[in-house]
């Protein structure tokens, strides 16, 4: 199991935004659009053991967060607009605790301390950071997660908070990517395993 | 200089498209569009050593080529409607040879066999191929060419068309992927030389 945590700090948290301005008006929900894309596309279809939970930090209604589930995902795109689409539907979702928008997508409140909680304690943390151990010679266990800024690093805040789960640092190469193509490097090295 | 060569076989050669409708009318120009983002970006600039040339050889007036180059382009942002906007704006442009739409965006009727003479022979020629030798093993000159297709490998007469420039067959893991996330992986090895 790989799990790819990326933090959408100013990412809308309403439905009220258009699919023909993905960039402007949304917080930069455009970097979480494409982490999606490389999180789960192959040539070949979808990877189902692959999970995303995107952070959506922005106003008017924090935290949201966006839970996508490889093994059971459908109607997922690999262009930005179809995956906005299906997020903006998660955003429509009322409810309490997490909620199912469409197969394989799922919505909650949760905070970002809770998102770490929640997650498995067989699974070892990865930080993703420049001055961490390249990852080509990190050993990886059976179930992974990455956590990764959008185009912000973690705040000092965020970065506390995942330090009490003691997560490795590591580094992908000697310059900084975007948060969509760290994914995409990530799920090379693990295939490669 | 790095450079890629990616074959759009069925992308649109006409701006007669809908930013609103990337996937469905424009020949899978949205992987083309992908692709430029992995080509170009990183976390704080635009990589200058880059040129990435798109192939549209679909309908209605193929081939059309259009050239961006790293050290020259301007107003490219990561998201894809941008992008098509940009792309759109070069289909406009009439004349002959090759015509700069905007800063670091060419335009011109060059077919494939074409933009491959005129790639500079100090360029080494790489083939993006499944059973190709681990890039992890290969080594690079100081000027590489990339070729790839989109969703659609190369056909026949354009693998024979390529290998009259003695290619070397690459391979990137034991998964295939799509185009811009293979542009991703080639960029990160080379980061790594």
Redesign the interface.
């Known amino acids: 199991m790989r799990r790819f945590i990326v933090m959408g700090h100013r990412a809308i948290t309403s439905a009220d935004f258009k699919?023909?301005d993905?960039?402007g008006a949304t917080g930069r929900l455009?970097?979480l659009l494409?982490c999606v894309?490389?999180a789960f596309?192959?040539?070949?279809g979808i990877r189902k053991d692959v999970e995303i939970q995107l952070m959506l930090l922005g106003e008017p209604n924090p935290p949201k967060t966006v839970r996508i589930d490889g093994s059971g995902v459908k109607y997922l795109?690999?262009?930005?607009?179809?995956t906005a689409a299906l997020i903006r539907n998660a955003l429509l979702q009322k409810g309490e605790g997490e909620r199912k928008c469409s197969p394989g997508i799922y919505v909650s409140e949760r905070s970002y301390g809770e998102v770490l909680s929640n997650v498995s304690k067989e699974s070892k943390m990865y930080y993703l950071s420049e001055d961490g151990e390249d990852i080509r010679t990190v050993e990886f266990g059976k179930d992974s997660t990455f956590v990764m800024g959008d185009?912000q690093d973690l705040t000092d805040a965020e970065e506390e908070v995942l330090m009490a789960y003691e997560p490795k640092k590591i580094s992908?190469?000697?310059?900084?990517?975007?948060a969509d193509?760290c994914i995409?490097?990530v799920n090379?090295e693990l295939?490669?395993r």
Do not use: K, V
Request: hydrophobic fraction near 25%; glycine fraction near 4%.
């Open positions: 699919l023909d993905l960039c455009d970097i494409r894309n490389s596309f192959l040539s070949h795109n690999p262009d930005e607009r179809s185009d992908l190469g000697p310059i900084s990517y975007h193509h995409t490097l090379n295939d490669r």
